[in-house]
């Protein structure tokens, strides 16, 4: 997986039960475009990720 700053990372839910999760990346802080990511999500909280085999990521327009 490789981002860049301004993309958005996808986290698909893996049941029923969780819901899809988007968020922006801030930072990008692994080689060449990989993890780990400082995102921001949706309710504004920022957080070091390091995006599992049910994310992707989505480039900036």
């Not at 899809?20 to 060449?32: F, K, S, T, Y």
């Not at 921001?40 to 327009?61: I, K, N, Q, Y």
């Amino acid at each position: 997986m490789r981002a860049n700053v301004g993309d958005r990372l996808v986290v698909e839910g893996r049941t029923d039960t969780m819901h899809r999760r988007e968020a922006e990346v801030l930072e990008v802080r692994g080689q060449d475009g990989g993890p780990p990511y400082l995102v921001r999500w949706e309710d504004g909280h920022e957080a070091l990720t390091f995006p599992g085999a049910d994310a992707h990521v989505v480039p900036a327009s």
